[in-house]
């Protein structure tokens, strides 16, 4: 068995003609793209695009296909050059009755199985051709509608303040499935202002596996979290195994930034235009204006539903590193990102492996010092909120690194 790097959450900014599929998304993160950035650069085996079901994005995929420049691989996903599995998702916007919209990830096996899912979901959403279809229909049903067509549905980022299961839908995951789904449900998504300590305080989680994924609209953005899953090859089967926690298969870590570093991990009032970093949580309302009309953080709604004073991990969750991707690094610009990479081969190869001493014949001692305590995690930081990433600190400042 080997240890592979995955990250199943990459959106598709355009389509190969350049018809817009993320409107938020990078026009330069095509499906042949995200492929070639996981093969030079990121180091990550298999990737999940998570626009598959959009009409433009298949006809992508089949011309890609009938090129000979991709394969369809046993065990589901399509191959790129012997080393990288793309495995197709979509992700889908569901309404619940009487409360909000939240996100979900469907995987797909085949290119078949994405066009079947792609005609099912055409008959119940308005926006087919863009990316997170907003779905007429609750969340139950479109697992059902999933799960009938032989795919893989998960709750995505699920405690994000804005369309997502917990973060402004359900307290409890029972208020939403039924208990048939529950016992088919394999995973959840965390989300970039969570982590396994955080969600491992709602007791109702313990028998599904977490994934920390990148949610990337960018390509720099591919791989700033990720999972290592112990699998015997890359294929979609394999993957599922491990989420399953099957014949020996199994997520053995979690990487992820530190949930200080996510855009909504602590309560913000716009109204105030402040971030509560040193409340008590959970912050509900404004403390200045007492305005219930807060950007809920994520620490914020988890202490406000969690059963547990403190987390209790079943003895299969695998740890969570916390690990800052270069980009976040203070003094790490694209430049130094390129000699890195060029020199270790990938940015995966520069965050795991590569000694401080190498580091910094590339970019200098003190540089080469904060990359290894971004691998570490032990880089401080400044929480963020209501939109805005938290930042890494250098003595209080952002530094000038020299050489």
């Known amino acids: 068995m080997t240890e592979f790097y995955v990250d199943l959450h990459v959106h598709i900014g355009c389509d190969s003609l350049g018809r817009p599929i993320k409107v938020s998304g990078s026009r330069k993160l095509t499906f042949e793209n995200i492929a070639k950035e996981c093969f030079y650069r990121k180091g990550v085996d298999i990737v999940g695009i998570v626009d598959a079901a959009a009409p433009g994005v298949i006809r992508d995929i089949e011309n890609l296909l009938d090129s000979g420049e991709m394969i369809e691989i046993p065990g589901g996903g399509i191959g790129y050059k012997d080393r990288i599995v793309i495995l197709l998702a979509s992700e889908v916007e569901t309404s619940e009755e009487h409360r909000g919209h939240s996100h979900h990830l469907i995987l797909l096996r085949t290119l078949d199985t994405a066009k079947s899912f792609s005609r099912s979901l055409r008959r119940c959403v308005s926006n087919i051709f863009f990316s997170t279809p907003v779905c007429a229909m609750p969340s139950r049903d479109l697992y059902m509608m999933a799960l009938d067509a032989g795919a893989i549905p998960f709750p995505a980022h699920a405690f994000s303040p804005h369309k997502s299961i917990y973060g402004n839908c359900v307290r409890r995951l029972n208020d939403a499935f039924p208990h048939e789904i529950l016992d088919s449900l394999l995973a959840l998504e965390l989300g970039l202002s969570a982590d396994t300590d955080l969600a491992d305080t709602i007791s109702e989680l313990k028998q599904y596996t977490f994934l920390s994924n990148s949610d990337a609209h960018s390509l720099p953005k591919i791989g700033r979290e990720y999972n290592v899953m112990l699998l015997e090859k890359a294929s979609f089967d394999e993957t599922i195994k491990s989420l399953a926690r099957r014949d020996g298969r199994r997520v053995v870590a979690n990487y992820g930034l530190d949930p200080k570093l996510g855009k909504y991990h602590r309560t913000y009032c716009p109204a105030c235009n402040r971030t509560f970093r040193n409340q008590a949580p959970p912050v509900l309302r404004c403390p200045e204006c007492n305005s219930t009309s807060v950007v809920r953080g994520v620490f914020d709604r988890i202490a406000d539903i969690?059963?547990?004073?403190?987390?209790?991990?079943?003895?299969?969750?695998?740890?969570?590193?916390?690990?800052?991707?270069?980009?976040?690094?203070?003094?790490?610009?694209?430049?130094?990102?390129?000699?890195?990479?060029?020199?270790?081969?990938?940015?995966?190869?520069?965050?795991?492996?590569?000694?401080?001493?190498?580091?910094?014949?590339?970019?200098?001692?003190?540089?080469?010092?904060?990359?290894?305590?971004?691998?570490?995690?032990?880089?401080?930081?400044?929480?963020?909120?209501?939109?805005?990433?938290?930042?890494?600190?250098?003595?209080?400042?952002?530094p000038n690194l020299d050489a």
């Open 306 to 398: 969690q059963d547990y004073p403190v987390p209790e991990h079943p003895v299969h969750r695998p740890p969570y590193r916390y690990q800052i991707p270069l980009e976040f690094v203070p003094g790490i610009g694209p430049k130094s990102i390129d000699k890195l990479i060029s020199r270790f081969g990938s940015e995966m190869a520069v965050l795991h492996t590569a000694l401080e001493e190498e580091l910094a014949e590339v970019v200098g001692r003190k540089a080469a010092h904060l990359i290894i305590e971004a691998r570490e995690g032990t880089l401080p930081l400044v929480a963020g909120g209501g939109g805005h990433y938290g930042k890494a600190l250098i003595n209080n400042g952002f």
